[in-house]
């Protein structure tokens, strides 16, 4: 049995559903001017996605997706607001002029992303009945370690270049209170 477009079962319905859930608390992240509340909707839309994830029968991701964005950085993001003196409340400093071409922009790179994730995966077919489950483990690794280590090696070298450029500007910030001192 076939279905097209017009006849959607009850998993593509949630899965748009769940997707306009995180749509809308993905740019209340960004647009909402209370850190906490933020952090909070940013919580909303990392388990939405792993619902998304677990709807697409990828049930490591969505575990990953739970323990790792959705507990971990969220608690690591709360406690990194609670420790230091970053205002919490609604600030001036996070007022920004720039709004409308930064809006641009972030539009032009959604569209942008979205326009090659189309176009790469256009012809792409899974083949569920293949000797591995779609969304096992078994599937992930050998996905990640075959097509994608070039992008899991310079995502990791991203995300070290971010953890070192964050350690300079917090040193940064504490030789300029000793200087003051």
Known sequence: MTHGYLSPTGVEIAFVLVGLVVLGSGLLVVTIK???YAALWLLVCMG????EYLLL???LLAWIQVLLYAGAIIVLFLFGLMLTRAPIGPTE???VR?????LIVGLGA???????VVQAYQHTWFNPRGSVALGSGRALGSQLF???VLPFELLSVLLLAALVGAIVLSRRGQRNEEAEA
Do not use: D, K, Q
């Not at 720039?98 to 930064?102: V, Y």
């Open 93 to 95: 400093e996070l007022n």
């Open 146 to 148: 075959t097509y994608w």
């Open 110 to 116: 959604a569209g942008t992303l979205v326009t090659v």
């Open 98 to 102: 720039n709004r409308w071409p930064a």
């Open 34 to 36: 209370n850190l906490v």
């Open 48 to 51: 939405s996605i792993a619902v």
């Open 57 to 59: 029968s990828a049930e």
